[in-house]
């Protein structure tokens, strides 16, 4: 009974924590202003990029009218990134969500990727939800209305 209550419990809290960081992202991307095309988005991408330290990353940045992908940032080589942004998901909050994955070093580099282990990429996917997946939203929250 305990152990059914106790899987429960963790079943609702992880649940209300899924919901809160989904809440804040949707909160963030709402009240952002949108990118409405790609020289836009090349111009606002190269100040944020200033201020959060990331000139010596090589990042390539795409606006999608594709509301089949979903806006996300990869790495594609070591110290080369991607990325795309697409509706409704294209505005400055999400941007700044996606580049914070970047600049806080949230990617494996390619040996990293190579020599990982399934115990370690258990740990690395936890990490994702409960540590870095949290921290991007949470900058680009913090940065509304700047
Ligand atoms: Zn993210």
Do not use: C
Not at 69 to 81: E, L, V
Not at 110 to 121: A, T
């Amino acid at each position: 009974m305990g152990t059914i209550l106790g899987v429960f419990g963790f079943t609702i809290t992880h649940l209300i924590y899924l919901l809160s960081l989904m809440g804040i992202e949707r909160y963030t991307s709402q009240n952002s202003p949108k990118i409405e095309n790609q020289s836009h988005l090349e111009r606002i991408v190269k100040i944020e990029i200033e201020k959060m330290g990331l000139k010596d990353k090589n990042i390539k940045v795409k606006l999608s009218n594709d509301r089949g992908i979903k806006s996300n940032a990869t790495q594609f080589k070591d110290n080369h990134y991607e990325i795309i942004l697409s509706p409704p998901h294209n505005d400055l909050g999400v941007l700044r969500h996606e580049l914070y994955h970047i600049a806080d070093g949230h990617f494996l580099t390619e040996k990293e990727i190579k020599e990982i282990g399934i115990f370690e990429g258990i740990i690395y996917k936890f990490g994702y939800i409960y540590y870095r997946e949290p921290k991007a939203a949470i900058y680009a929250f913090k940065n509304l209305e700047r």
